[in-house]
């Protein structure tokens, strides 16, 4: 079927444009609260209801809104920041590009009311879908409120897709930290479905991250600050013991907007390569002022991408600077050389003898493999001491008929088993020999009982001799408060003073949950509760760390007897090999 080229209608156009711009709600917030900022506001106020699904009101105290130009703003490639190309090379409001109120437009219901300072009444106005349905005078003080509601009403298709209130929520607050820290000197407001969650006052950066965070965070920075002809770097560093296993506090901030900058990132990175064990991020607040014709921003429709005109200076910088941080932090708790006028005194004083070099020995008679001739016990003092070989002699007697018959399951009873190179078990099966990774058979095997007992509504608990505090980011004690009672029947008791928590009991095993836990309350925040219970079992299962394998038969066929009791025993939850099988067929290959 042949089709003719057509134009889009003006409405499915808008449509198609605004999924660059708006895929949840957290894109609105951002848009939203970026135009108040640009309007000069000084106090922000952001309402939520349904976690933005329903509901998403920013009012701020800005200049508002001409009342002869307000149906234009709402027009696509509308814009009041630039007026002619060369604008794009010095942009410094964070929009521009005249598509965000167009955008969110197109696929909701807006209600804007908006006064400037020249006007005695500000402007009313409804849109559905884009289209301007009511416009009256209004009553009202200086700057703007916008109500949008019902987002994606008429994109079905594209509503389904959002996630849930707590998944939402959390990419609004995110949305929100991010403009909060990066303007401290002005007022935010944060109400959800008519629960106060943020009152940020204007304040320091330090005291903004700790508002936003907790206030263990005044302890855990460190300062960063540089100043170079192409930028000023201001900002902090979390002390490296604060590293967290999960990605979310890496905040790069360029001329008051926040990016994602890789390079950047893995300078950072590379820095703290040898002070974090692996698998850890660095976190860090770090906002750059550079000139704006040094940097483009017109890259992508949601402006978290930058390019530098140099980009490698301004990485080399920023790492540098950081280096610096971390080098004067280490040396914090030293001597300062600046004050301490009792360091002039120090002087050399050379040796009065030659130095003469150490005299070494070596026993050339000395042999590792002879039999000890020392009195007490022969066996050796390491946990993986190396077998001795067997004697030839009667070779044949070690292998007797009853252990070269196959059983189906491992059994005290005519059953061998044997520990190798004290990290795999050898033993037999039906279909022939087994070997068995036995960190992973641990694994496996605890995975599944904790699974267990926790759909059984069994968790264990056990309580603490003494509470373990918890630093929690505000964000995750909010989320707590209102899962606490899910969260204890995992087998986690807490007490709260205050804003502090703590932890009172603990599920019955040992880990460092004080530690875990707030990397498990991310993890949960971004899951279903149905799934809450398998990563609470693969913390318990990761938990196992085997120094030395034991060697007692009936210590490691109990193991090997759990293990073939499982649906599933091959391989672990996350698919790692937990065993493999050497048939007689495939033995007898290996002697071709």
């Known amino acids: 079927m042949k089709r003719s080229i057509h134009i889009l209608p003006p409405a499915l156009a808008n449509q198609i444009a605004a999924g660059e711009v708006v895929q949840r709600p957290a894109n609105v917030v951002k848009e939203l609260m970026e135009n108040a900022l640009d309007s000069g506001a000084t106090r922000i106020e952001l309402v939520l209801t349904g976690a933005g699904k329903d509901g998403i009101q920013v009012i701020d105290n800005g200049a508002g809104i001409p009342s002869d130009e307000i149906s234009l703003a709402f027009q696509r490639h509308a814009t009041s920041k630039i007026q002619e190309t060369e604008d794009l090379f010095a942009i410094q409001t964070m929009g521009f590009r005249g598509e965000a109120l167009a955008s969110i437009a197109a696929i909701s219901k807006i209600t804007v009311i908006s006064r400037t300072e020249e006007d005695a009444l500000a402007v009313f106005m409804q849109l559905d879908a884009g289209e301007v349905v009511e416009s009256r005078p209004e009553t009202a003080s200086v700057g703007t409120s916008i109500t949008v509601r019902n987002l994606f009403y008429n994109v079905p298709a594209r509503r389904k897709f959002l996630k849930s209130d707590r998944v939402e929520l959390k990419h609004i607050y995110e949305a929100f930290h991010r403009i909060a820290l990066a303007y401290p000197h002005i007022q935010f407001e944060l109400t959800s479905d008519r629960q106060k969650v943020f009152h940020l006052e204007p304040q320091s950066s330090r005291q903004r991250i700790a508002q936003i965070f907790g206030k263990v965070y005044h302890e855990r920075l460190a300062p960063v600050e540089e100043q170079t002809d192409p930028l000023h770097l201001s900002g902090f560093i979390l002390k490296p013991e604060h590293a967290r296993k999960t990605r979310g506090e890496q905040y790069l901030f360029v001329n ?337």
Request: net charge negative; aromatic share 10%; glycine share 4%.
């Open 256 to 592: 008051g907007r926040f990016i994602k900058h890789y390079a950047i990132d893995r300078a950072i990175a590379r820095i703290f390569q040898s002070l974090l064990p692996e698998g850890s991020f660095p976190g860090y607040f770090l906002f750059l002022e550079v000139e704006p014709e040094f940097i483009d921003i017109n890259i992508h429709p949601t402006k978290t991408e930058i390019k530098f005109e140099d980009e490698h200076t301004i990485s080399a910088i920023v790492a540098s600077a950081v280096k610096k941080s971390i080098g004067q932090f280490n040396l914090s708790s030293g001597i300062n050389f600046d004050i301490d006028p009792e360091l002039d005194a120090i002087q050399y004083t050379p040796p009065t003898a030659p130095i003469q070099p150490p005299r070494i020995t070596v026993d050339e008679n000395y042999n590792p493999f002879a039999p000890s001739n020392n009195s007490g016990s022969s066996e050796s003092s390491y946990a993986f001491a190396a077998p001795s070989k067997p004697s030839t002699r009667g070779w044949e007697k070690l292998y007797g008929p009853d252990e070269l018959e196959l059983a189906t399951e491992p059994s005290t009873q005519g059953q061998w088993i044997v520990p190798l190179y004290g990290k795999f078990i050898v033993t037999k099966v039906a279909s022939g020999m087994v070997f068995i990774h036995h960190q992973r058979a641990q694994e496996q095997v605890r995975y599944h009982q904790m699974l267990a007992q926790l759909e059984r509504s069994e968790a264990s608990s056990q309580l603490l001799l003494f509470p373990e505090p918890l630093n929690l980011t505000r964000h995750q004690a909010n989320w707590l408060m209102e899962n606490r009672t899910l969260i204890e029947s995992r087998g986690f008791i807490f007490a709260q003073d205050d804003a502090e928590w703590s932890l009172q009991s603990v599920p019955g095993v040992q880990m460092p949950w004080s530690k875990i836990l707030p990397d498990l309350l991310d993890t949960w925040m971004e899951h279903e509760q149905d799934s809450w219970n398998i990563h609470l079992a693969e913390q318990y299962a990761r938990s196992v760390r085997v120094s030395s394998m034991p060697t007692s038969t009936e210590v490691l066929l109990d193991l090997v007897g759990q293990l073939f009791a499982l649906a599933e025993p091959t391989a672990t939850w996350d698919g790692r090999r937990i065993l493999i099988t050497l048939g007689s067929d495939e033995l007898e290959q290996k002697f071709k």
